[in-house]
């Protein structure tokens, strides 16, 4: 049996823990329960525990404290983050830690409890097994070897001959902007803090790629190259110099990544809610942690989802936001969601209306740039945003900053320039087409009156 310490400030928390999740159907048993890392600590000496699942903000001994504490003294113990919204920013401090996976107190009632549990188990049996596997013969000398995964940030054009340490003779080119350099013996014969200081700050992400048994050997398929930069994207924070991770994580993750958007995501998303209610933003983060989409996938929804508020030139905030619309990690781009949040916020304030007639009004933008070609007409866009036509006339110039059909055609114009600079070798009428016009002569003349020159002069 898996014996268990569970650890909560909140003692409805612990109970509810204790007496609802299927321990037995696991193999796992509650041992013991403590309401601070200090309690806990002392459980630990006095009793023997396989699992420990700790929340991480208590009071006397945080649960990062506690996690240090155990990780040292009992290093066999595996170890589990308790989290809700208000704290789930620290997850992936708790990952770094040795926490080898995590419970969204919040979802509980949403997600399996029997998939939670499953994954532990998994996680614990498969390291488990790694941990005890036979050592080598005596006298046979363990060889560990060591990589670093070094990416470009935010589109910089960092030039790999400039690291003193990436020799040629064991440096990889992975990808635009992305090297892999190998180095031989123990991670401890060098500091790599030390290397990775000797980088221009801000130029280069790091990836550190620990237990790896012969570089010579190592095939990095295009499957750990995308988990290597998954990690990457969602574990890097700008306090840090690099992120860990060791080739079993790594084979690991590449057996369980989920890359594609789910539907369940793009629910919470669509939604919008997500921009004036805290609530709803937290839990749209932390379903995007939860889920870590290809880091591509996501940003590329994203920046698609969102580009009809790129058209509304009556907030300049919203202009130099999207000016800085590259992302390498997702704490770039959680940041410029977070703009995005307080340009509409402070919108909203002096909108005068109620907070789902603004959201309304935001998700019908969203809806005319995604349905660009099918021209979406005004009664339409209302009723699926829930506002009636009279009313939505008035409240879409007061927040948008023009009527209705100024706003369709000037933004149509704004794309139509960009497509025809982008694809210099289409037609004018696929054009006129990809912006919502149907007839060519029609295009033609919308567009010179907006701009003062005909599309083909204007490409």
């Known amino acids: 049996m898996i014996r268990i310490l569970i650890v909560d400030d909140e003692h409805l928390v612990r109970k509810g823990l204790i007496y609802s999740f299927p321990w037995k159907q696991f193999e796992m048993e509650i041992v013991g329960e403590a309401d601070n890392g200090e309690t806990a600590l002392e459980l630990l000496a006095k009793h023997p525990v396989d699992l420990l699942m700790t929340d991480l903000t208590m009071p006397v001994m945080s649960g990062f404290e506690l996690m240090q504490q155990v990780r040292s003294a009992f290093p066999h113990i595996f170890i589990v983050v308790l989290t809700c919204h208000s704290d789930f920013d620290y997850i992936q401090e708790a990952l770094r830690l040795g926490a080898i996976d995590y419970v969204l107190k919040t979802q509980l009632e949403k997600e399996s409890i029997e998939d939670v549990l499953g994954r532990i188990s998994r996680r614990m049996k498969h390291d488990g097994e790694i941990r005890s596997a036979k050592p080598p013969k005596t006298g046979t000398a363990v060889h560990e070897e060591w990589g670093v995964l070094l990416c470009g940030s935010n589109g910089a054009s960092g030039s790999i001959e400039a690291v003193p340490w990436a020799h040629p003779s064991r440096t990889m080119k992975t990808g635009f902007n992305s090297w892999f350099i190998s180095f031989a013996g123990g991670q401890e014969d060098t500091d790599i803090r030390t290397l990775l200081k000797q980088l221009?700050?801000?130029?280069?992400?790091?990836?550190?790629?620990?237990?790896?048994?012969?570089?010579?050997?190592?095939?990095?398929?295009?499957?750990?190259?995308?988990?290597?930069?998954?990690?990457?994207?969602?574990?890097?924070?700008?306090?840090?110099?690099?992120?860990?991770?060791?080739?079993?994580?790594?084979?690991?993750?590449?057996?369980?990544?989920?890359?594609?958007?789910?539907?369940?995501?793009?629910?919470?998303?669509?939604?919008?809610?997500?921009?004036?209610?805290?609530?709803?933003?937290?839990?749209?983060?932390?379903?995007?942690?939860?889920?870590?989409?290809?880091?591509?996938?996501?940003?590329?929804?994203?920046?698609?989802?969102?580009?009809?508020?790129?058209?509304?030139?009556?907030?300049?905030?919203?202009?130099?936001?999207?000016?800085?619309?590259?992302?390498?990690?997702?704490?770039?781009?959680?940041?410029?969601?977070?703009?995005?949040?307080?340009?509409?916020?402070?919108?909203?304030?002096?909108?005068?209306?109620?907070?789902?007639?603004?959201?309304?009004?935001?998700?019908?933008?969203?809806?005319?740039?995604?349905?660009?070609?099918?021209?979406?007409?005004?009664?339409?866009?209302?009723?699926?945003?829930?506002?009636?036509?009279?009313?939505?006339?008035?409240?879409?110039?007061?927040?948008?900053?023009?009527?209705?059909?100024?706003?369709?055609?000037?933004?149509?114009?704004?794309?139509?320039?960009?497509?025809?600079?982008?694809?210099?070798?289409?037609p004018i009428y696929w054009i006129a087409e990809q912006t919502g016009f149907q007839d060519e002569s029609y295009f033609s003349r919308v567009f010179r009156e907006s701009t003062g020159q005909l599309p083909s002069d204007y490409r």
């Open 200 to 426: 221009p700050r801000g130029q280069w992400l790091a990836l550190l790629i620990t237990g790896i048994d012969t570089v010579k050997n190592l095939h990095l398929s295009e499957t750990k190259l995308r988990e290597m930069n998954r990690r990457l994207f969602y574990e890097w924070h700008p306090e840090q110099l690099y992120v860990k991770l060791s080739m079993n994580e790594l084979k690991t993750g590449c057996s369980g990544a989920e890359l594609k958007i789910t539907d369940d995501w793009v629910k919470v998303w669509n939604r919008l809610a997500w921009i004036m209610d805290e609530g709803e933003w937290n839990r749209l983060e932390e379903l995007t942690l939860h889920k870590r989409f290809a880091p591509a996938e996501l940003t590329s929804f994203i920046l698609e989802s969102l580009e009809g508020w790129r058209y509304v030139e009556a907030y300049l905030e919203l202009k130099e936001a999207w000016s800085k619309a590259d992302f390498s990690t997702w704490f770039d781009l959680r940041q410029w969601l977070e703009e995005l949040r307080r340009i509409w916020k402070r919108a909203f304030g002096q909108a005068g209306c109620s907070r789902e007639i603004f959201t309304g009004v935001l998700r019908s933008v969203l809806i005319l740039r995604a349905e660009l070609t099918s021209g979406a007409n005004q009664t339409d866009v209302a009723g699926r945003v829930n506002i009636s036509r009279g009313y939505f006339s008035g409240v879409f110039k007061d927040i948008i900053g023009k009527v209705f059909n100024e706003f369709v055609r000037d933004m149509r114009v704004s794309i139509a320039q960009k497509l025809l600079k982008e694809h210099p070798d289409k």
